[in-house]
């Protein structure tokens, strides 16, 4: 018996798996390599370097990250447009899960765009003319200077905190729409997973980013292996 699907049907379920395999992968690893910020300049430097090094890492951006990324915002903000919020009229858990998931997911449209402009190509005027692209050498100070100014480090948490409830209750959703998670209990615990993973991911997150202000970040220096003392003696121009 053969099944026909909506384009429709078809574009939605590519547009959930846009988010959670090669972008959610991205997102992790990108957790990963700048927690690495904890430890001091060496290391962070030194896990940027080790990306800058991986073979066909351009065509592994553009067909893992940029396109998966162009396809999953725009048409998220094309589902965005459609949705008709009721908070107001039924303010249920589940209905501000829905209104918050589209929410970030504007946000993070404008943000993303923001981020790959000023960290990746260094194109924002009058903040970073350095793009940490092929100087992995440089690529502490470039991100310390940005997150120096208040406003370009709480925007970044804000973004921090919108990636991590987006990506974690986009689980979720493609868990009970896949049909992974079936059963209202089991949803029900599924739920509570994911939102503690998306408190676990901004805590992370933004421990990782005031880490290139701060000595191992929000954390006590006693806790990390190079508590500050690894920033190199000769200073670097960005």
């Not at 933004?206 to 000769?234: D, M, W």
Request: contains cysteine.
């Amino acid at each position: 018996m053969a099944y026909k699907y909506s384009r429709t049907f078809l574009l939605r379920k590519l547009h959930q798996l846009t988010g959670i395999v090669p972008l959610g992968l991205f997102f992790f690893a990108h957790m990963f390599t700048n927690s690495k910020a904890v430890a001091g300049e060496a290391s962070f430097e030194k896990a940027v370097q080790d990306i800058h090094d991986i073979p066909y890492l351009l065509f592994i951006e553009i067909f893992g990250i940029f396109l998966p990324l162009m396809f999953h915002s725009v048409y998220g903000v094309i589902i965005s447009a459609e949705a008709k919020p009721n908070v107001i009229t039924y303010g249920y858990g589940r209905n501000w899960f829905y209104f918050l998931q589209r929410a970030t997911g504007i946000f993070l449209f404008v943000f993303i765009f923001f981020h790959v402009l000023n960290l990746r190509f260094g194109l924002i005027p009058g903040l970073n003319m350095t793009p940490v692209a092929g100087n992995a050498d440089l690529a502490y100070d470039i991100v310390a200077a940005e997150f120096s100014i208040p406003w370009v480090l709480v925007l970044y948490i804000l973004g921090i905190a919108a990636t991590a409830w987006h990506l974690a209750y986009g689980f979720w959703l493609f868990a009970v729409d896949w049909g992974i998670v079936i059963g209202e209990r089991a949803q029900k615990y599924a739920l509570y997973g994911c939102v503690a993973l998306a408190a676990g991911l901004f805590v992370v997150g933004t421990n990782a980013a005031v880490a290139f202000i701060r000595p191992c970040g929000l954390l006590p220096e006693i806790l990390c292996e190079q508590p500050g003392h690894n920033k190199s003696a000769v200073p670097k121009k960005v």
